[in-house]
């Protein structure tokens, strides 16, 4: 069973970038397809990307498309999500998640890691 740590979240000013890191254990990491999502206050959790083992991605979430870039390092375990041209609606926790049927459903999720955008 793997487990998902998120880091890099933080406070950062509109049209800022951060990158968000996912460390992966105790799983073979390249059995995963990993996804990044992210839920506002009261807003419903959104699916924003997804990364197969040999790094093909696809972005769902059109409010992100262009402005964030995921990615994997299959020799560290690890996916980030690059955030670019950050905007105060971006303002939300982050949350990465494992799913061993290609995206299909997710078992596995980390704590999740607060990005709060100001203006």
């Known amino acids: 069973q793997v487990q998902l740590v998120e880091s890099g979240g933080g406070l950062v000013q509109a049209g800022g970038s951060l990158r968000l890191s996912c460390a992966a254990s105790g799983g073979t990491f390249t059995r995963y397809t990993m996804g990044w999502f992210r839920q506002a206050p009261g807003k419903e959790r959104e699916f924003l990307a997804r990364i197969y083992w040999n790094s093909v991605s696809t972005y769902d979430a059109d409010s992100v498309k262009g402005r964030f870039t995921i990615s994997r390092d299959n020799a560290k375990n690890t996916v980030y999500l690059q955030m670019n041209s950050l905007k105060l609606d971006d303002t939300a926790a982050y949350y990465c998640?494992?799913?061993?049927?290609?995206?299909?459903?997710?078992?596995?999720w980390g704590q999740g890691t607060q990005v709060t955008v100001s203006a």
């Open positions: 998640a494992a799913s061993i049927n290609y995206g299909l459903t997710y078992a596995y």
